[in-house]
């Protein structure tokens, strides 16, 4: 499957400018939400140069989904308020935070993944 490639390059040929950001990571932005779980079991890695990769790729496919387009920005109003209200109502996951953090932010998103999941089937 190709998320899990992708998820397996995520740390892979970083930008010099932009080092959050990979080849990989991009693909995954564009695939969006089948590699939201794969994602947050990255986030979980002891390895902080994962987490980072993981959390701007979690991040750009939720910003995606809420209008935003790289190199310009949201294409709505509302946005990234939307945005930055669902990222700080899951714990507001930071990849540089403490363990006990990162845990908690990640059981809050694994719950609301597993709720939309739940929300989506027939």
Same mark, same amino acid.
């Given at each position: /499957?190709?998320?899990?490639?992708?998820?397996?390059?995520? +740390?892979? $040929?970083a +930008?010099? #400018?932009?080092?959050?950001?990979?080849? $990989?990571?991009?693909e995954?932005?564009?695939?969006?939400?089948? *590699?939201?779980?794969?994602?947050?079991?990255? /986030?979980?890695?002891?390895? @902080? @140069?994962?987490?980072?990769h993981a959390q701007?790729?979690?991040? %750009?496919? #939720?910003?995606?989904? /809420?209008?935003?387009v790289?190199?310009? %920005?949201?294409?709505?109003?509302?946005?990234? +308020?939307?945005?930055?209200? #669902?990222?700080?109502?899951?714990?507001?996951? +930071?990849?540089? *935070?403490? @363990?006990? $953090?990162?845990?908690?932010? #990640?059981?809050?998103?694994?719950?609301?993944?597993? /709720?939309?999941?739940?929300? *989506?089937?027939?």
């Amino acid at each position: /499957m190709r998320v899990a490639e992708l998820l397996k390059r995520i +740390d892979a $040929a970083a +930008d010099e #400018l932009h080092v959050d950001r990979t080849p $990989a990571a991009n693909e995954l932005v564009t695939i969006g939400r089948p *590699a939201l779980p794969g994602l947050l079991n990255l /986030m979980a890695s002891s390895n @902080e @140069e994962t987490r980072l990769h993981a959390q701007r790729t979690f991040e %750009g496919i #939720l910003m995606v989904e /809420m209008g935003f387009v790289p190199g310009r %920005g949201f294409s709505t109003p509302d946005g990234e +308020d939307r945005f930055r209200a #669902l990222w700080t109502g899951r714990g507001s996951y +930071d990849w540089d *935070a403490d @363990e006990d $953090a990162r845990e908690r932010s #990640l059981a809050a998103w694994r719950a609301w993944l597993d /709720m939309d999941n739940r929300s *989506a089937s027939p």
